[in-house]
């Protein structure tokens, strides 16, 4: 579902997005999750649900996109699409938690139960954001096997060649290209099992044999259960919504 509805009359009407469906580091050992965390992503993989309710997202103090309204139920996906500046990693922002919305709810539920925003905020997410945040220094094999570890996820043997990465293991991802860089960064997706992804122009420096392979991981989530919430600029996610957002205002 996802519609342009909730709006704010406080708002700035020129303020609100416009919205429209189409179809379209070696560091050293890290300490294992606790548990409880653990058992979380294992459990819920297949029953999170994200519901976003007028939500309004604040950047720098100024509101950048408001009256957004959707939900995702185990398995489904969108795509939020718009010219640079529009919102997108605003909106994301807001989904994690890394900044509060000025107006509306984020609100989770596993099992149909409302569930704690920081607690799934904490064990049921994966990030990947513009910037790959992967240490230069670590090899591709000391990288998957960092984040896995830190995810409380498996071996990382099968990885590289999964992700078309075969013969660079031992390469510094300092060492990488661009594309290469993403493809190592998307690998942190399949370190762990986390029920919802939220990704930041995921194609971005992608070749098409490396965006096939990202809607591939994409589509063995989504039959997990798992949900996505993407901002791109490329085409979306075949069979899903993209959600357009209207240029932004200029404060
Ligand atoms: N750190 C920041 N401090 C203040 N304002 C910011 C900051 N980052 C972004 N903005 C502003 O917030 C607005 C939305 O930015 P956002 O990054 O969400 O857009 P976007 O749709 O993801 O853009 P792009 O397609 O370029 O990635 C923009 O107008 C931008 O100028």
Do not use: Y
Not at 57 to 72: I, M, T
Not at 165 to 175: A, I, Q
């Amino acid at each position: 579902m996802v519609d342009a509805g909730g709006c704010s009359p406080s708002l700035p009407q020129r303020n609100r997005c416009t919205l429209h469906i189409v179809h379209a580091a070696r560091l050293l050992d890290p300490p294992p999750l606790p548990a409880a965390k653990a058992a979380v992503m294992e459990m819920d993989h297949h029953t999170l649900s994200l519901t976003i309710e007028g939500l309004a997202a604040e950047r720098g103090g100024r509101v950048v996109v408001a009256g957004l309204a959707f939900s995702l139920s185990p398995g489904e996906a969108l795509t939020l699409r718009g010219a640079n500046g529009t919102g997108k990693t605003s909106i994301l922002r807001a989904v994690a938690g890394f900044s509060d919305p000025a107006e509306g709810t984020v609100r989770f539920d596993l099992s149909g139960e409302e569930a704690d925003a920081s607690e799934t905020r904490a064990t049921a997410i994966h990030w990947l954001g513009g910037d790959d945040a992967l240490a230069d220094k670590l090899t591709l094999k000391e990288s998957l096997s960092f984040w896995s570890s830190l995810l409380g996820g498996g071996a990382t043997d099968e990885l590289p060649a999964r992700l078309g990465l075969s013969g660079l293991e031992d390469t510094p991802l300092g060492k990488m290209s661009t594309g290469q860089r993403r493809r190592a960064g998307i690998g942190r997706l399949l370190c762990a099992p986390r029920p919802l992804w939220l990704l930041d122009e995921p194609m971005s420096g992608l070749d098409d044999q490396g965006r096939e392979l990202l809607l591939s991981i994409i589509a063995e989530h989504r039959a997990t259960g798992g949900i996505l919430l993407m901002a791109s600029h490329d085409e979306g996610i075949p069979g899903c919504p993209v959600l357009r957002l209207s240029p932004a205002v200029a404060a």
